[in-house]
């Protein structure tokens, strides 16, 4: 018959206690100094305010409680568990007369008493120097209590779920090390690789997500936060909280959910496994391999960069790093499984086979067996486009503007763009390491542009939903602009589309946001070497504002180049357009955002300066003739007039004259 | 009553216990004897419930041993390399013992000190000699009042005289409460003085199994002297497990009983006949030559 001693062990449970008090010690002893001590220190400068707030300052992001817990969690989990890890200890407890399921849960709760006890003695000494204090703030201290606890069941527990796979007590820190911090390292060298294979691949969203999910730490600094009321606090000392507590809750729960599972594999576990890397059968495989793979493409990466000078760069040269650094990953792998360095001979075929496959995905990726670099949408597919992180000039609002395609004639432009680029991807690749940003000297003296890259980004959204993202490198040339049909003559265009000027430089606004002012600068007085700004009438505005949108419609403003070539510098005034508007409300927020673009797009144009007014600024162009007739009007600026405006051209060769 | 029943270990595809069978009667003192290898600790690893076999059944008085505390409860054990927490003294492991076993004798253990002068019952076992370890070993087990005691290389490190006083203790627990003892030991000239059954291990498996008595009834040594020099050519159904000579002395270690060997080697009307009994280590070196593992003549 079984008895409830069969299930917990106090005898045990002492033992551990009084075994491993310099762990349980140190631990509270680290935050009785950071917190009853703390406060106490703060003596008479102890507000409320402040006392709500310094228990949480220890809860905020990269926290000192995620710290804390993570490291003791793991300390405390190699000390209950680390009779596991010899065949003598192993011996003598489980020979004791208990089932599996009382060592493991006596176990357990102790390491977690560990630091669950100092915890709760922390928190009431700190109660004890609030109420002495007269600032007592139950609330904030109650918070610390259990974000800390929950922080401590999770990370603790994480620790004995990677105790059970181990047999040696040096391999524990090392896994949980790792596999705290392995699915994001893995997402982030797998994107790196796939980068450098898949021509076009931009990185997999999914896979930043999946990394931030499952790495703990990250997951849990990013969430959990000390946020302040936006607007009135419920009291004057209540202006912060912890935000988050979700993610603690769910960590929490996570932590039971792995403490049940490292039962249900220790309940399992051979103990003549002590001492083995690996103690569980079925892990071993996952984890040679596994090391191979992350020894392949980690040190892979590595190698390849630091010898990027002296070896051709691409795709097989990572190939050849990736196989030599995976070949020495797995026999490492199984050296540690089989603790012996002669593993050559035994393990060779399993070797090949792994390097055979890893090759076999490669050349997969490389040589586009999925057909992914050379899949362009079919644009009666595509039911939104979009063309970002493309610099162009001149440099006002729609510097990094978006080109969103929606209508099928400017979807076209996009896919045509695209078909362009994929055609060209040998080229591209061969002349990646090639591309510069060249100048030249015309016969003003002044510099201009003849060579550049740009960062293409494409996605598109499917009318079945699904999302198309690609990356691409280009270069441009005044050679290739001047050439009908490249990819630096269709990607200026694709800029310069009607409609596209005025979407990027008033797409943000809404209905009822009001032009209330408006400023031109680069105004010239005469010959005077300085420029200065003119503020316009306010009764002017309207006029001003149909009028801007009036050539920006016509083609006449918003003309963007990619290079700052000749036709850019006498194409553009060295002076801007700024047009502040008043917000209208928006709902639930107050600062403008484009909604409908995915992720990693550009980010809207127009910044707010301040909380309710947003403004705009417009290179002016020489060919807005309706808005620069209007700035006669009411400024007097103009060719024939006293103030004037100049092109980039007349700027820089007046410097030039100026500076001799 | 302990037994083992078809007893299958692995450790990555080698079979420390192949199918193995036996059975320790109640109240015996049960000698595990084997070469190394033969998986006697093992064994003992899994009647102690610390291993759990892949196939086959360990059994106390019917009842599963692994993951059974009950029958845990009545089993003490003093592994051949020992292990306390770290600073530990005999003191501290007492309470800790007392805590699992509920039939811990703390009175006994009282006693016992008496037993074991030498032993500082307060100072760190792990700071004690390797003797006196052993030492401490034994008062906290005897402290347990086990029903069971499994003993591997028991008395290795301590010297004759408490040898002999604890062997002494353990016979006495035999003998008045009908403790079962299961001994693994390479000293066969002690086994043969405390045994009263024996167990030969080989590969995993239990080659023989028998009371010492049966053992040594079943194999004699015979010195003859024939009329010739030569041996003469014996019957085909003698189990002759080892011929030696010296001089005009064959030396023969057959398997039977003497009186039955003497009749039958009487019709060679040899010159000399002798009939000896042999010891526990003669047994097993000449019952463990039939398992490729005899003594060997090396000249290096």
Known sequence: MRSATSYFNFTLFRKNLSRFWPIWGLYGLI????????????????????????????????????????????????????????S????????????????????????????????????????????????????????????TCFYCLFFYSFAVFCAMFTGHILALPAFYGILNFLVMGLCFLVNDMAQRFLFGFTGAAWMETLGLYLTPVAYLASGVRVSYYDGPAPSYDQVAFLSGLGRVFLVGLIGLVLAALALAVYRRRQLET??????????????????????????????DSIFDRLLPDGAWTLLFWMLLWGAFGCFVAVMLLRKTFWVFKSSWKGCCVFLACLTAAMCLMELDGFGFESRVPDPARVQTAYVYNVTTYPEDDARWAQFTADDPESIALVTALHERIVSEKARLEDDYNLYAT???TDADGVDVQTEDWKDVRLSYVMTDGDVMYRDYTVPVTSEELAEEGSISALLQALFNAPGFAEEAYFGSLAEGDRLVAAEVSGVFSGNQALSENLTLPSESLPDLEAAVRADLAAGDLGRRWLLEDGEYLDGCYDAYLYLTYRLADREGSNSMEVTDAPAGTAVPYT???????ATVTIALQPGASRTLALLEELAGIGPDQELALRTLRQVSVHDQALTG | MIEAKNVVKSFDGFRAL???????????????????????????????GVYRQDSGSVLLDGD?????????????????????????????????????????????????????????????????SKGMQKQAAFWLALSCRPDVLVLDEPVDGLDPVMRRQVWSLLMGDVA?????????????????????????????????????????????KMQVVFQEKELPALPDDMEVLHVSQVGRIHTLIIRGNATDITNRLAVYAPILMEALPLTLEEIFIYELGGEDYAVRDIVL
């Not at chain 1, 390491?111 to 004890?128: D, E, I, K, Q």
């Not at chain 1, 910044?607 to 007014?613: C, V």
């Not at chain 2, 080989?202 to 199994?209: A, D, N």
């Open chain 1, 607 to 613: 910044e707010a300066s301040g909380s309710d007014y």
């Open chain 1, 274 to 303: 002590a001492g083995d890397v690996v103690s569980v059968a079925w892990v071993r495989p996952v984890f040679r391999y596994g090391v191979a793979f992350c020894c392949a493409i980690a040190l892979g990466n590595l190698f």
């Open chain 1, 438 to 440: 060249g100048y030249t």
């Open chain 1, 31 to 86: 935050w009785l100094v950071l917190l009853p001590i703390g406060l106490l220190t703060d003596g008479d400068y102890l507000t409320l305010a402040r006392a709500r707030l310094i228990p949480l300052q220890f809860l905020d992001g990269m926290s000192t409680a995620l710290f804390l817990a993570a490291g003791f969690g793991i300390l405390c989990a190699m000390a209950v568990f680390s009779y596991l890890y010899s």
């Open chain 1, 88 to 147: 003598r200890s192993v011996g003598l407890l489980h020979a004791l007369p208990m089932r599996r399921e009382g060592l493991f849960l006596t176990n357990y709760l102790s390491g977690l008493a560990f630091l669950v006890l100092p915890n709760l003695a922390v928190f009431f000494l700190s109660l004890l120097v609030e109420a002495a204090f007269g600032v007592l703030v139950f609330s904030s201290l109650f918070v610390w209590l259990v974000t």
């Open chain 2, 18 to 48: 192949d199918g193995l069978t036996m059975t320790v009667p109640q109240g015996s003192i049960y000698g595990l004897v084997g070469p190394n290898g033969a998986g006697k600790s093992t064994l003992l690893r899994h009647v102690t």
């Open chain 2, 176 to 220: 008045e409460h009908g403790t079962t003892v299961l001994v693994s030991s390479h000293n066969l000239r002690e086994l043969e003085d405390v045994c009263d059954h024996v167990g030969i291990l080989s590969h995993g498996k239990v080659l023989i199994e028998r009371s010492l008595s049966d053992l040594q009834s079943n194999i004699v």
């Open chain 2, 64 to 128: 599963p041993i692994y993951e059974n505390p009950a029958a845990k409860a009545r089993i003490a054990n003093i592994p051949d390399e020992l292990y306390y927490f770290l600073s530990a003294s005999t003191r501290d492991m007492m309470r800790f013992y007392k805590g699992f076993y509920p039939r811990f004798d703390a009175g006994r253990y009282e006693a016992l000190k008496d037993v074991f002068p030498t032993v500082n019952e307060r100072q760190s076992i792990r700071r004690l």
